[in-house]
């Protein structure tokens, strides 16, 4: 009697649970033979497996520091279809192998935490941040971007600034970031948010005014080595960023309490 497609897709999975008992040693056990790419994949995912639970292809590729095709590359080298096949793998190790630790001992460890970023966001450049708050305000444009979980934080600074009467675009996908990058004149202003500043991700959009960015162009940030600084006139490192990869989840509670910070710092100078 022939099996039905479904049944043979759950004898395929069975079959693979078999073989990568232990997926962490079978990427272990890759690594010489991934490329450079697949390795950035693979150093993160040894890093923070956990991540694998809750991030999308597009998420763990930015974190990672690479593409999608990449992450792509990676899983098929393992023996995966895709992500997708991969993802559901990770999820069965790391259930099989969580150690659960006491909720209260994780709630002081983040709270501590974002007490310590709090108090690191005092001690941002003064002087940096005045050019930012002037730009923003000069009756010229404000382009503002955020792609993915960078989108939220570029959104609130843009509701914001609006409510303040000041005058923005926003976009929070590649394509609608592409045809605005091509209006920005050299008087405009330029805020990026990027929580990984992955180079890779934004460099199409931003190939309109690579070699004529305005000299107000701001790049925020949480990682202190992104590749983005390279481009943009000004950058703006967030505190968090260990805490960030730590965290299970998007990380865009520290980038929209900068918002709050910058937007009623504005709001004092009106």
Do not use: W
């Amino acid at each position: 009697m022939t099996k039905s497609p479904q049944r043979i897709k759950v004898n395929l999975s069975t079959m693979q649970r078999g073989i990568f008992m232990n997926i962490i040693n079978a990427i272990q056990q890759k690594t010489s033979h991934f490329s450079k790419s697949e390795l950035k994949v693979s150093d993160y995912i040894l890093k923070y497996p956990e991540h694998v639970e809750t991030f999308t292809i597009t998420k763990l590729a930015d974190r990672a520091g690479t593409s999608t095709s990449a992450v792509l590359r990676f899983c098929q080298s393992l023996g995966f279809n895709g992500y997708k096949e991969f993802r559901f793998e990770m999820i069965n190790y790391l259930r099989n192998n969580r150690h659960h630790a006491d909720p209260r001992d994780m709630q002081s460890i983040f709270l501590n935490d974002y007490t310590k970023i709090i108090e690191q966001l005092s001690q941002l450049d003064s002087k940096l941040m005045k050019q930012l708050e002037k730009a923003l305000m000069a009756p010229t444009m404000n382009y503002l971007l955020g792609v993915h979980f960078s989108a939220l934080p570029a959104k609130e600074l843009f509701l914001g600034l609006e409510d303040l009467g000041i005058l923005s675009l926003y976009a929070n996908d590649y394509i609608n970031a592409a045809h605005l990058t091509n209006t920005i004149s050299d008087d405009a202003t330029l805020v990026l948010f990027s929580i990984s500043g992955n180079k890779s991700n934004f460099s199409h959009l931003l190939t309109a005014i690579d070699n004529n960015m305005p000299q107000n162009s701001f790049l925020i940030t949480m990682n202190p080595k992104a590749a983005l600084m390279a481009n943009f006139k000004h950058s703006i490192v967030l505190p968090g960023s260990s805490f960030s990869n730590r965290s299970v989840v998007d990380a865009q509670a520290v980038p929209i309490l900068f918002v709050e910070l910058l937007l009623n710092l504005i709001h004092e100078q009106q």
